[in-house]
């Protein structure tokens, strides 16, 4: 089971409200303004890197400064490879989706979105699933199975990309920007294949017509990363795919100074090998 690291900021308010209520008990009367917490507010700042520091020197004295990306996030950095796959568009058809433009590869068995989506959706692709096997077979990359995205699927959600998929019998796309979907390796029939579906909270393993265009993740090869020393983006990166634990509350100031830490842990954790 995952142990939950509590984010500084989660402290931050626990701290204040427990200094709050407590503060009439021994006398003193804290300020009007900063009654209430606010993340974004000088003291508010101030209160989240001064809980950051104590929890790391609390961790770090106990001998068990947990840092994620080096242990629970690198595990999922080998697995999953950070953006989804996809292959070269130029030359494609444009075809007409209702409101929605797109390029169709020759075979008809791969869309990537042009025009008509949000920005972040613009040049994602879906793939049938026999696509998607033959285009990442041709580059040595392959798909989760069904067992491998179980190990890792909680990893997308929240993600904040969500393409949504395309019904390749009536041509329409739908769930777009609120779903987004994964073929796995795993054949369910020769009909159907096993993919993951997830929002915005949750995940689930299911399995559909082969037929559907699902949006593609590989699995990585970069080998083992126990010492590899990302950088402040990388992080900041899979934090936000990540979009739980660690990002779900975070301000994107926050995020910044959580990887800075991460990073400078890193050096400093390769540094005593």
């Not at 509590?6 to 427990?18: D, G, L, R, Y």
């Not at 001998?63 to 996030?73: A, R, S, T």
């Not at 580059?139 to 491998?148: L, Q, W």
Request: hydrophobic share 35%; proline share 2%; glycine share 10%.
């Amino acid at each position: 089971m995952r142990n939950k690291r509590i984010s500084p900021i989660k402290i931050a308010v626990i701290f204040h409200e427990t200094y709050e209520r407590l503060a009439h008990k021994y006398g003193y009367e804290t300020r009007k303004e900063t009654k209430l917490f606010n993340a974004s507010s000088p003291n508010g700042k101030l209160m989240i890197e001064v809980c950051r520091e104590m929890q790391g020197y609390i961790l770090s004295r106990a001998g068990e400064l947990e840092v994620p990306v080096i242990k629970e996030e690198v595990n999922m950095i080998k697995k999953l490879e950070l953006r989804n796959f996809r292959i070269e568009s130029e030359g494609w058809e444009l075809k007409d989706y209702g409101k929605v433009t797109c390029k169709v590869n020759p075979k008809g068995d791969v869309i990537e979105y042009v025009s008509g989506v949000a920005k972040e959706l613009k040049g994602e692709q879906l793939f049938t699933w026999d696509a998607a096997m033959r285009e990442t077979k041709k580059v040595g990359k392959r798909m989760p199975t069904e067992e491998e995205w179980e190990e890792v699927r909680e990893e997308v959600v929240g993600c904040g990309i969500y393409p949504g998929y395309l019904n390749n019998s009536s041509g329409a796309l739908g769930y777009r920007g609120s779903y987004g979907y994964y073929w796995s390796s795993t054949q369910y029939s020769t009909a159907y294949g096993y993919y993951l579906g997830f929002n915005s909270s949750s995940s689930d393993m299911d399995f559909d017509n082969k037929a559907y265009g699902f949006s593609v993740r590989c699995l990585s090869d970069v080998g083992e990363l126990e010492d590899t020393v990302l950088s402040v983006e990388e992080i900041m990166e899979v934090m936000k795919i990540k979009g739980n634990e660690i990002g779900e509350v975070m301000f994107g100031w926050e995020r910044k100074m959580q990887a800075e830490a991460i990073h400078k842990a890193m050096v400093e954790k390769r540094g005593k090998k």
